[in-house]
């Protein structure tokens, strides 16, 4: 079975790691704040200028002047600062963040990344996104393996404008886990009850698959 | 007005000067922490061929989104666009020029702009649309491209408090670009929830300090909330406690 939404974001979570700092996305990676382990500590950064986002306000909470990237209502954690875009984003492409979650349309085997627009359909802009994948060192791709129709979008080479390229190491699909090098997709996990034949089958671009591939815990 | 008291009387006032096809930056991301009667101010005055300098364009019917339907805005930098479908519209139709710029680009240069630089150098964009006819520079054997500052003619911002020197405190989230426009317009004019006396303010508190500042105004804010998402309230939890 494909992983959920749901699933993927525990997946994502167990790469966190105690005192880090890490920025989440919007959409899938947003969700990935709710399986966060007990036992480790993790401060939240949202590039709008928040460090130590808390979870959703109750209804008296609400605060029209605490919003995360995805202009959602927030909370702040004990310990949380505030500073202007210039200052995140300083921390952003300093190299301050330890792991960057972030959504995309297609990756490539060369870690190329697509997200931000397809001509003629679809203008979001690239908000942060160009400079999360510029900045960071440690970065996980959410994303689904294939389009509704069975189409891969993990291709030989993006086919849509890049947000940025030769960034992108590691990807979480619905189906896998990969990691990106050497211009080749290479199988690490593969999601509960999904096949390897299906895998390489919706992965266009080249697929490395060594010895067994372990199912994800979850 | 008097020494450095930068105080004006009405938003006619704030916003004189604002002529056709000028540059406005503003503050703001979505919806929080926008000048909302700044933005009210030019539409009425109803200033056309401008070119603003915005995180975003606000929502169809309300922040910087109120400018479109009146065809106010020629050109747009901006790093999102999602919210908007009068924006991608009046984009798509190629009504509207729309320079896409990546957040942390487009905050680089409006801290350059307010602070003399010219430009700089960035990993951000190397190798995507953004790079497309920018000179492309290697340090340290890592590709960086320019980017060139910006400055407005008018800055628009909005903070929380304020002294009437116009030194400035932004509150929570809404800090987010305001700070960094304020220092890139010519002429800054401010809104702000509350105007206190000099010297009530914490110099140590201070986010903005009023040489950024021309143009200060008092005045009253929607603060439109663009997604509210809450979780239960703890029912084991006294209100107010």
């Known amino acids: ?218 | 007005m008097a020494g450095f008291d930068k105080v004006v009387a009405s938003y006619e006032e704030a916003l004189a000067g604002l002529t056709d096809n000028m540059t406005v930056i503003a503050g703001g991301f979505g919806l929080c922490g926008i000048p909302e009667n700044l933005i009210s101010e030019i539409k009425r005055k109803g200033t056309k061929g401008l070119t603003l300098v915005s995180n975003n364009c606000g929502v169809d019917d309300f922040g910087l989104g109120v400018l479109l339907p009146n065809r106010q805005i020629k050109k747009i930098i901006a790093s999102y666009v999602g919210e908007n479908a009068e924006f991608e519209r009046q984009m798509m139709a190629g009504e509207l020029e729309v320079e896409l710029t990546p957040q942390g680009t487009l905050a680089e240069k409006m801290r350059a702009g307010g602070a003399g630089i010219p430009a700089f150098f960035t990993a951000t964009g190397v190798g995507t649309p953004v790079a497309e006819g920018k000179e492309v520079r290697s340090f340290n054997g890592r590709d960086y491209i320019l980017e060139e500052a910006l400055i407005g003619d008018f800055a628009i911002v909005k903070a929380w408090k304020a002294d009437r020197y116009g030194n400035l405190i932004f509150r929570k989230t809404a800090r987010n670009f305001n700070p960094l426009a304020a220092t890139a317009g010519k002429i800054t004019v401010v809104e702000v929830e509350e105007i206190v006396e000099v010297g009530s303010l914490d110099p140590d508190q201070i986010h903005t300090p009023g040489i950024y500042v021309d143009r200060l105004i008092q005045g009253t804010f929607e603060k439109r909330i663009e997604q509210r998402t809450t979780r239960p309230a703890d029912p084991h939890k006294v209100k107010g406690a």
């Open chain 1, 1 to 218: 079975m494909a992983l959920s939404r749901e699933q993927i974001a525990q997946r994502v979570a167990q790469e966190l790691k105690d005192g880090y700092y890490v920025n989440l996305g919007i959409g899938i990676p947003t969700l990935v704040a709710n399986y966060i382990p007990q036992d480790i500590e993790v401060m939240l950064q949202s590039e709008n200028g928040l460090l130590g986002m808390g979870q959703f306000p109750t209804i008296d909470e609400i605060d029209a002047d605490l919003i995360n990237a995805g202009k959602q209502t927030v909370t702040m954690v004990k310990g949380a600062s505030v500073f202007d875009s210039a200052e995140s984003f300083a921390m952003i492409r300093g190299g301050h963040v330890d792991l960057t979650v972030l959504g995309a349309f297609e990756v490539d085997a060369n870690g190329n990344i697509a997200s931000y627009m397809i001509p003629g359909k679809l203008i979001k802009g690239m908000g942060g996104a160009m400079d999360l994948v510029a900045g960071a060192e440690n970065i996980i791709v959410t994303m689904t393996h294939a389009s509704k129709h069975g189409v891969s979008k993990l291709l030989k080479n993006c086919t849509l404008p890049l947000t940025g390229r030769g960034c992108i190491k590691k990807v979480l699909t619905d189906l896998a886990f990969m990691e990106i090098k050497d211009g080749k997709f290479h199988l690490l996990e593969r999601a509960p009850g999904v096949s390897v034949e299906e895998i390489i089958q919706l992965t266009e671009g080249e697929l490395v698959v060594n010895g067994d591939i372990a199912e994800m815990k979850l």
